[in-house]
């Protein structure tokens, strides 16, 4: 657990060197390979492994189902440890890590709920911050999307078949579903300070770290 804490943050900057600086990955965008990169992904595929497993544990003892996590972290599971498996499509796989760079934000949104400072100065600027990360995802996301134009003919004709349907249906789910949702809900949430992740009623807000319903 204090390894996944230490090399997590990390991962974002991984993929933001995959996208700025020439690689294997740019010269080959199939099975172009490079050590960080090799090493990012595996780290992705264990850390998933165990987010699944706790997201579900989590969801079973507290009767709840979070869809929206749930496909997520499933999508990227499938798509990290088929990329390990295959030796195939670190190009996009490595390039998805910047994606994380909203993550730290957002633990700290949730950590200053919990702590019922969701009316301070300090929840404010961390909010504008995620936002922005939320819309500096979109820009991610449309650069691998160009980046599978630019190659389409190389990606089509060598990319493993496993590898192409994992990889592109989380980038999908991660472009037309998760990205916006998120971005929407963190929008609200900005004016309305309130945890919806473990919610039944979305009417519930937060008042000085402790739920109570809207009058």
Same mark, same amino acid.
């Given at each position: 657990m204090i390894?996944?804490c230490?090399?997590?943050?990390?991962?974002p900057?991984?993929?933001?060197?995959?996208v700025f600086t020439p690689?294997?990955?740019d010269r080959?965008?199939?099975?172009?390979l490079?050590? %960080?990169?090799?090493? @990012?992904?595996?780290?992705t595929a264990g850390?998933?492994l165990?987010e699944c497993?706790a997201?579900? &544990?989590?969801?079973?003892? %507290?009767?709840?189902?979070?869809?929206?996590?749930?496909?997520?972290?499933w999508l *990227?599971?499938a798509?990290s440890?088929?990329?390990?498996?295959?030796?195939?499509?670190?190009?996009v796989a490595s390039?998805s890590?910047?994606?994380e760079?909203?993550t730290?934000?957002?633990?700290l949104?949730w950590?200053l709920?919990? #702590?019922g400072l969701g009316?301070? &100065?300090?929840?404010t600027?961390?909010q504008?911050?995620?936002?922005?990360?939320?819309?500096l995802?979109?820009v991610v996301?449309?650069?691998?999307w160009?980046n599978?134009f630019?190659h389409?003919q190389?990606? &089509? #004709?060598?990319m493993?078949w496993?590898?192409?349907? *994992?990889v592109?249906a989380?980038?999908s789910?991660?472009?037309?579903m @998760?990205t916006?949702? &998120?971005?929407?809900?963190? %929008?609200?949430q900005m004016?309305?300070p309130?945890d919806w992740?473990?919610?039944?009623?979305?009417?519930? %807000?937060l008042k000085?770290?402790?739920l109570?319903k809207?009058e």
């Amino acid at each position: 657990m204090i390894s996944f804490c230490f090399l997590l943050p990390r991962l974002p900057t991984t993929g933001a060197w995959v996208v700025f600086t020439p690689t294997n990955h740019d010269r080959d965008p199939v099975f172009g390979l490079s050590a %960080t990169g090799t090493f @990012a992904m595996t780290v992705t595929a264990g850390f998933f492994l165990f987010e699944c497993l706790a997201l579900t &544990w989590s969801d079973w003892t %507290t009767n709840s189902l979070s869809k929206m996590l749930h496909l997520h972290h499933w999508l *990227s599971l499938a798509g990290s440890v088929t990329v390990v498996l295959t030796e195939a499509g670190y190009t996009v796989a490595s390039r998805s890590l910047t994606l994380e760079m909203s993550t730290p934000f957002s633990a700290l949104c949730w950590m200053l709920l919990k #702590a019922g400072l969701g009316r301070s &100065w300090l929840w404010t600027v961390n909010q504008m911050v995620l936002l922005h990360a939320f819309h500096l995802r979109s820009v991610v996301e449309c650069h691998i999307w160009w980046n599978t134009f630019t190659h389409r003919q190389a990606i &089509w #004709a060598d990319m493993p078949w496993s590898t192409f349907l *994992s990889v592109y249906a989380a980038l999908s789910m991660f472009t037309f579903m @998760a990205t916006p949702y &998120w971005g929407y809900k963190k %929008t609200l949430q900005m004016g309305h300070p309130h945890d919806w992740n473990f919610e039944n009623d979305q009417d519930d %807000t937060l008042k000085n770290g402790k739920l109570a319903k809207n009058e």
